[in-house]
């Protein structure tokens, strides 16, 4: 004996189980959105990382070349410029040393005592990554006897 339902052949019925296209297009949206962000926060962190890594360089490579100056007569001290070599070899320096009077600082009887000098620390492959550090080195003052 046949015997038919009261369904058609196309119809969905209502115990059916599954997601509807809309439910589909819904999902796969809020995970485009979220993979998105997390690529961009990736590529923040990994930038913020390498001008971290510059910093903690430059900084050291910069004192470096200060203590290196200190230990200088204070007539060698000279604008110059250079790199590090094979310890560091994208990294580079120049070196500004300006002769400070008593104009430039206010302190009477300061002229050919102070030179203020400028170090900057460049990565070759990339200009706009750079450090400087200034400071102001006095000529040794020898007491009269």
Do not use: H
């Amino acid at each position: 004996m046949l015997s038919f339902s009261n369904r058609s052949c196309g119809q969905v019925g209502r115990g059916t189980s599954g997601f509807t296209l809309l439910e589909v297009m819904v999902a796969v949206a809020i995970i485009a959105i979220a993979i998105v962000t997390l690529i961009g926060a990736q590529s923040q962190s990994v930038a913020i990382a390498t001008n971290s890594k510059f910093e903690a360089a430059a900084s050291l490579l910069a004192q470096w070349k200060v203590a290196e100056l200190n230990l200088q007569d204070y007539s060698e001290l000279t604008s110059s410029s250079g790199n590090f070599g094979e310890d560091f070899p994208n990294f580079s320096w120049t070196i500004e040393v300006t002769e400070l009077s008593t104009g430039d600082t206010g302190i009477k009887g300061s002229d050919g005592m102070l030179k203020a000098v400028d170090v900057t620390i460049r990565v070759d492959q990339d200009a706009s990554l750079s450090y400087g550090l200034q400071t102001i080195v006095c000529k040794k003052i020898v007491a009269a006897k």
